[in-house]
């Protein structure tokens, strides 16, 4: 049993450093949300927005270095990765409003569309904005 999960561990390894990298993030991510909306009574969208932003500039730096080891073309990943995050999060943004406002309260809205979301990226972010820099398992 352990032995299947090596083997598929090491068959994905690339989307498995994503994701560790990705939840580690995401971590940092919800306790910027919890503490601006719990501790400064900041509206549960404005603090989830300041937390993807916050997110945008983490997340790169850990693909450009750690996953896809894309830090020679750094300038040019990056506009692709904004795009697509910028994308992304707002598509995120509008799914948490929609699902709070069907009466889920924000923080499991938060981790549902997180790891919907986790997927799409890693296959954008993959197939297009580290493309060149990253050879296909």
């Keep these: 049993m352990a032995n299947i999960f090596l083997q598929q561990i090491s068959k994905h390894r690339t989307y498995f450093i994503f994701s560790i990298g990705a939840i580690l993030i995401f971590l940092i991510q919800i306790t910027i949300a919890i503490v601006l909306t719990e501790i400064f009574h900041i509206w ?4 989830y927005a300041i937390a993807l932003v916050c997110d945008i500039l983490l997340l790169y730096i850990y693909h450009s270095f750690i996953t896809f080891k894309g830090w020679n073309r750094m300038p040019n990943n990056f506009a692709r990765f904004l795009l697509l995050y910028i994308f992304s999060y707002t598509l995120s943004w509008l799914l948490v409003f929609a699902i709070t406002h069907l009466g889920i ?5 938060i981790i549902f569309v997180s790891m919907i979301m986790s997927i799409l990226n890693y296959n954008i972010n993959k ?9 296909t398992n």
């Design 44 to 47: 549960h969208m404005y603090s």
């Design 105 to 109: 309260y924000y923080i499991p809205s």
């Design 127 to 135: 197939r297009w904005v580290f493309s060149y820099n990253y050879a």
